[in-house]
């Protein structure tokens, strides 16, 4: 009898392995927090791997943390969407197109510079902890308003949305009546089933609400990240568009990791009682959380000339796809990476990203964090999950991974 090759089978006349025929997406049933299974064979057989993306190119998988983060520090590889190749079906047809206009993340220097000048000076550690008391009131804020609701609500609704909406809001000066618009046109633009249309459509509506409130700013500056942009040398389309960016990368992301970290914590009692006993942990327990759970699970790069790395050859023009959910667990960087464990110093992780394309918001998403999960641990005690855990709708199909809902309860006393 004829046996079909492994996937991983090295190619009899090269001895190479095969390309793989699909990225690894489908999590292991019932461990809503793990990686993809392959993932972790394939990092250890050989972190970087030939991989056939939907359109027939053949690119490359990175899954080691050092192939990963060697990767993204080097500038030879360039982060432009219309040089890449998608590596999930369902992507544009014809290619991806350009990045729009102030969407850094798209963008290879000198151009991504010009943008990240302006912005970093505004993402500074100091000023965000300056903003700790405003996260802290809000926070608390919300937490009142479970308290009456309660004992049971989906905290996300009730709790992980609305504080990294009403602080981004705040710092655009976005009336807070509209943030619900932006997170909804958030979840279109980062949803994998939504069509290239509702895409089109979501980012269309959100940069014509904001070249409206741009031309506001303009007319009557008020204390706000987008009327101090209007003194730069950006045109209002691009302002913008650098507020359509911000506003989609800081609702949606923090959003997901107090709501996912908060299922994560719930499933690990231990590490819940470690976080609630003794805030001070709260610096290490977010790191240890964005390693543990990399909720902006992939990336993308395209070589602009040869470049060599890990013995292989990447030669120009090919597409690599950068798995930081595997990277982070990588126990060659964290020793005994599949357990979460709030003690962890786990400094380095690619939760953020790494290089000059690292996330811009990761301080302020940080003081969020920092912030909500120890206040709602302390608030609530006997915190809760109202369903069992393989009910809680997870985000299986979107660039961002979290739970839809997480209904939770607790004790009334």
């Known amino acids: 009898m004829q046996h079909e090759p492994s996937p991983h089978s090295p190619d009899r006349t090269?001895?190479?392995?095969?390309?793989?025929?699909?990225?690894?997406?489908?999590?292991p049933t019932g461990c809503p927090f793990d990686p993809p299974a392959e993932l972790a064979q394939?990092?250890?057989?050989q972190p970087l791997r030939r991989m056939t993306y939907p359109d027939g190119h053949e690119?490359?998988?990175?899954?080691?943390?050092?192939?990963?983060?060697?990767?993204?520090?080097?500038?030879?590889?360039?982060?432009?969407y219309e040089l890449m190749?998608?590596?999930?079906?369902?992507?544009?047809?014809g290619g991806l197109p350009p990045?729009?206009?102030?969407?850094?993340?798209?963008?290879?220097?000198?151009?991504?510079?010009?943008y990240r000048k302006l912005l970093a000076g505004k993402f500074t550690v100091r000023r965000m902890r300056e903003l700790t008391d405003r996260v802290e009131q809000i926070t608390e804020e919300h937490l009142d308003a479970m308290e009456g609701q309660g004992p049971s609500v989906d905290l996300v609704e009730a709790f992980a949305q609305p504080i990294p909406a009403l602080i981004i809001c705040e710092l655009l000066g976005v009336p807070s009546s509209d943030r619900e618009i932006f997170q909804r046109q958030a979840l279109t633009l980062t949803d994998l089933r939504s069509t290239e249309e509702e895409r089109y459509a979501a980012w269309t509506g959100l940069q014509e609400y904001l070249y409206a409130l741009v031309l506001a700013k303009r007319a009557d500056p008020t204390d706000d990240l987008l009327s101090d942009l209007t003194t730069s040398d950006l045109t209002d389309e691009e302002l913008a568009g650098v507020g359509g960016f911000l506003l989609g990368a800081g609702l949606d992301t923090t959003a997901n990791m107090i709501a996912h970290g908060t299922f994560a914590l719930l499933s690990n009692p231990d590490q819940l009682a470690a976080l609630r006993d003794d805030p001070g942990l709260a610096d290490q327990a977010v790191e240890e959380l964005m390693?543990?759970?990399?909720?902006?699970?992939?990336?993308?790069?395209?070589?602009?000339?040869?470049?060599?790395?890990?013995?292989?050859?990447?030669?120009?023009?090919?597409?690599?796809t950068l798995s930081m959910e595997?990277?982070?667990r990588d126990p060659r960087r964290f020793p005994d990476p599949d357990t979460l464990d709030l003690h962890r110093k786990a400094t380095g992780h690619l939760g953020f990203g790494h290089g000059i394309h690292q996330c811009l918001g990761q301080q302020l998403a940080r003081v969020e964090m920092r912030v909500a999960l120890p206040a709602l641990l302390t608030r609530f005690p006997t915190l809760r999950l109202a369903v069992p855990p393989e009910e809680v709708p997870l985000r299986t199909f979107s660039t961002i991974y979290g739970v839809h809902q997480l209904p939770v309860t607790w004790d009334k006393e």
């Open 59 to 80: 690119g490359w998988l990175a899954t080691g943390y050092s192939t990963v983060r060697a990767i993204f520090a080097d500038s030879r590889f360039s982060s432009r």
């Open 85 to 93: 190749h998608y590596p999930l079906p369902g992507g544009p047809e």
């Open 42 to 45: 394939l990092r250890e057989e």
């Open 14 to 27: 090269t001895g190479e392995a095969a390309p793989l025929s699909e990225l690894p997406i489908n999590r």
């Open 99 to 114: 990045a729009p206009v102030g969407d850094m993340t798209g963008m290879d220097a000198p151009e991504h510079t010009r």
């Open 291 to 320: 390693r543990y759970l990399t909720i902006t699970h992939t990336s993308i790069k395209s070589a602009l000339e040869d470049v060599e790395l890990d013995g292989r050859l990447i030669k120009a023009e090919e597409t690599v």
């Open 326 to 328: 595997a990277a982070n």
